[in-house]
């Protein structure tokens, strides 16, 4: 850490070769908002050389994703009032319509995936890829788990203002699905505990004492079957809509 914030704090300049952790302060912005470089170092003229060979300057849309929204979803405990995760969804939503390189986009996509932002229809704030948005047989084959459900009227405002299309783009691209998730399996087992059809084709190999195994199941598919709640119609919605997307 060799440069000193408003906050007393001292810090990097860069979280990386290509992110800026520090900027030149905003004359409308609190100094807890960003990681602003003390007020000292604006008198001296060697420093404000300094900062500009280092590419400082004030922070612009992405850096205010980096260093005010992000940090807000990643911290524990955090309460998030409603008005503002609309108001964040709005802004990411918004920028990232702004960006015309798709490099940037992903980018964009890979830094909020992994973050609580999106609210179910129970209120629960979860990650994206743990969510589905769900139309009739959908919900009936997930049992109407609300837990892990979008909450599209929560989000109305902003499916109207980009339409419905371009907001479903956005969060599928997040991670959140419209169809049954595939999910993977990993074993590992000795080579003694598989089933002995299995053991029997592996016996011949020599020096072979564990097995790895890379499995793939249709999320809640024996949890539906369990309750016995098909009907022709869900088949139908399996056979027909579901499994052809993993081919």
Do not use: C
Not at 57 to 62: A, T
Not at 156 to 172: A, L, S, T
Not at 189 to 206: F, G, H, V
């Amino acid at each position: 850490p060799i440069i000193k914030l408003q906050t007393g704090d001292w810090v990097a300049p860069y979280t990386n070769t290509l992110t800026p952790n520090v900027f030149l302060p905003l004359s409308n912005t609190s100094n807890k908002e960003y990681n602003f470089i003390h007020k000292e170092y604006l008198n001296d003229e060697n420093a404000k050389v300094f900062f500009t060979e280092l590419g400082i300057g004030i922070p612009d849309k992405n850096d205010y994703i980096r260093q005010i929204i992000i940090k807000k979803y990643t911290k524990e405990d955090e309460y998030i009032e409603d008005s503002e995760l609309l108001s964040d969804l709005d802004f990411l939503l918004s920028y990232y319509l702004e960006l015309t390189e798709e490099e940037n986009k992903d980018k964009l996509i890979n830094l909020l995936t992994d973050n609580s932002l999106l609210s179910t229809e129970n209120s629960e704030i979860l990650k994206p890829r743990v969510l589905y948005i769900a139309d009739k047989m959908l919900r009936q084959f997930i049992d109407n788990d609300k837990k892990i459900i979008l909450d599209e009227d929560f989000y109305k405002g902003i499916i109207n203002k980009y339409k419905k299309d371009v907001f479903v783009e956005f969060i599928r691209k997040l991670g959140v699905s419209t169809i049954p998730k595939i999910e993977k399996k990993h074993f590992k087992e000795s080579l003694y505990s598989l089933p002995k059809t299995i053991s029997q084709q592996l016996s011949d190999l020599e020096n072979v004492s564990e097995w790895n195994i890379l499995d793939y199941s249709l999320s809640h598919f024996a949890e539906s079957l369990l309750k016995r709640n098909w009907s022709k119609e869900l088949s139908v919605y399996i056979w027909n809509k579901v499994l052809p997307n993993y081919k």
